[in-house]
T-cell receptor, first 111, second 114 residues
Framework: DAKTTQPTSMDCAEGRAANLPCNHSTISGNEYVYWYRQIHSQGPQYIIHGLKNNETNEMASLIITEDRKSSTLILPHATLRDTAVYYCIVRVIGTASKLTFGTGTRLQVTL | EAGVVQSPRYKIIEKKQPVAFWCNPISGHNTLYWYRQNLGQGPELLIRYENEEAVDDSQLPKDRFSAERLKGVDSTLKIQPAELGDSAVYLC????????????FGPGTRLLVL
């Protein structure tokens, strides 16, 4: 699985959009971009995934660049409950393969 | 629908003692994963089951770790004997084999070895 690079930490004011970047310059054509988050003392939680088109669900939006070498997770209106570590993972879809987590981005949402 | 259940949530033992963790996956999920998460790091896979079969145990330290998934439902991960470096959070996750986009994680068991 391709390696990803994320900033160590970010801050965001409550109610504002949180934009979390991820670089995955060695991504292969059959690898998807996944985002998980881990709130303190909980297990990781799936957020969203995509191949090359932008994706949106009730939790977030995923913007993938045309060359697929980077992506951005957008939380449109961050709340205090969105404070967590966010992991960007690239993975071949269609298999029950492992998730290879990095160290993620620690997002702190403040009042 | 109940999520992935793990027990115990916390465990403190002395080194060289045995310890076991239990996981009950989401009903109908035939793929089960055990991950270990060290402090400040992301989770790392220890073993993956498809039904009763361990299909990826390459990262499981087999000299002291063992796992089983009898009847292809719940699973137990054991450490014997525990070492100081085994202190970590042990996470269980499950997914459907044919649509494995989403792995659902339990809350984890936090192990402290003294």
């Amino acid at each position: 699985d391709a390696k990803t690079t994320q900033p160590t930490s970010m801050d965001c004011a409550e109610g504002r959009a949180a934009n979390l970047p991820c670089n995955h310059s060695t991504i292969s054509g059959n690898e998807y971009v996944y985002w998980y988050r881990q709130i303190h003392s909980q297990g990781p939680q799936y957020i969203i995934h995509g191949l090359k088109n932008n994706e949106t669900n009730e939790m977030a939006s995923l913007i993938i660049t045309e060359d697929r070498k980077s992506s951005t997770l957008i939380l449109p209106h961050a709340t205090l409950r969105d404070t967590a570590v966010y992991y960007c993972i690239v993975r071949v879809i269609g298999t029950a393969s492992k998730l290879t987590f990095g160290t993620g981005t620690r997002l702190q949402v403040t009042l | 629908e109940a999520g992935v259940v793990q027990s115990p949530r916390y465990k403190i033992i002395e080194k060289k003692q045995p310890v076991a963790f239990w996981c009950n996956p989401i009903s109908g999920h035939n793929t089960l994963y055990w991950y270990r998460q060290n402090l400040g790091q992301g989770p790392e896979l220890l073993i993956r089951y498809e039904n009763e079969e361990a299909v990826d145990d390459s990262q499981l330290p087999k000299d002291r770790f063992s796992a089983e998934r009898l009847k292809g439902v719940d699973s137990t991960l054991k450490i014997q004997p525990a070492e100081l470096g085994d202190s970590a959070v042990y996470l269980c996750a499950s997914s459907l084999l044919r649509s494995a986009e989403t792995q659902y994680f339990g809350p984890g068991t936090r192990l402290l070895v003294l």
